[in-house]
């Protein structure tokens, strides 16, 4: 009988990635099997989050209810981001804990399973030629791939660069490879993922090619039968005219981009060490809807950072009101150790945090709305993926739209033209057409 594995992964694409490549390692060289039930598991992962404080409270409490379920001899593993910064204090707080895995060290996993005593490993060891390791996606359609680690970026509020550690580039020839793999298993569409995907290259040295991010979107869409290319996430601040034009002119390349805007004041942006200013960002934004009118374009805005004040606030409001964003993830600032920040007085009192966060989430729910309303009529090319309990099937646009349609079982897998008939906030309604 084989073992069983659970895997619970908080946070961004880039752990659902590890978490997919734990996976594959536990499944080739282990003999592990996953399941969705944690108490007939024989190994149960938390793969964890760190960028706010909120995932890492509900950590503790999560290990507690996996220890009352779990089966006699099951082991559980604490890997990613907070196991990288608080591997001790995690071991310490929570007994029944068998092991922590920073997430550069996630390489570990076949050989840290079979140690006896609770063990923590050297986060500052790396690792992470995991990378070139196999990788088992839920999704055959799509295969993420790693085209970076780590992140030489200094935002004052951000714990990425502690936790995963100096920026390393992937050798062009390997990230083809995977590519061309993942296509040859009937892959339509990969994801590339970094923390700023646009820096790409920037680490190379001899004998390694020089390669920009540019370079490597253009290397990926020789590949024949690859039909999409996505990437996540570009950095406003290295977004030049030559990379615009390549996104735009690039058939393969979805369009759609995530823009992490963080705040839309000036002011603020230098604090928080992003490097450019609200109106290069508006600028850059202008330019990608002028030259493609059917892009989307996600962000990220933190409220209630240090010295944020309502004008600084109404200035992140503008922002919003003027890109009108098709996504957003928007969350009160929250200080984590070893950030320039943390040291910093917390002078926004909760409560207008809160109040802040209230009114951008509102207004961005209205211009979703709104933005969705303009599909309606609208023609869109859709991979369908998944055949539902409601009679309908749903994909995502080439725009990144999520679609549902009436399901023609012949069309799951495949990419097919869909006109919009009506739309809601969060997806759209259409016909296979």
Sequence with gaps: MSKLVFIETMGCAMNEHDSERMLAELQTKEGYTPTNSPELADLILINTCSVREKPERKL???????????????????CGCSASHLGAEILRKAPAVDFVLGARNIAQISSIIHRDKAVETDIHEDS????????????????????SIGCDKKCAYCIVPHTRGKEISIPLDIIIAQAQKAIDDGAKEILLLGQNVNSYGKTFSAPHPKVDFTKLLSELATIP????????????????DTFLDAFARNDKICKSIHMPLQS????ILKLMRRGYTQEWFLERAKRLREMIPNLTIGTDIIVGFPHESEEDFLQTMHVLEEVRFDTMYSFIYSPRPHTEAAKWENDVPHSIASERLARLQERQKEIMDANNQREIGKTCETLWEIPREDGLMEGRSDNAKIVRAPLRRELIGQISAAKILDSRRTYLIGEAI
């Design 60 to 78: 503790f409490s999560e290990i507690g209810e996996y220890n009352k379920l779990r089966k006699n001899g099951a082991k559980i593993g604490i």
């Design 128 to 147: 992470s030629h995991y990378i070139f390791a196999a990788t088992q996606s839920p999704s055959k359609l799509r295969a993420r791939i790693n085209i």
């Design 225 to 240: 039968k690859l039909r999409r290319i996505r990437f996540t996430s570009p950095h406003p601040l290295h977004m030049n």
């Design 264 to 267: 839309g004041s000036t002011k």
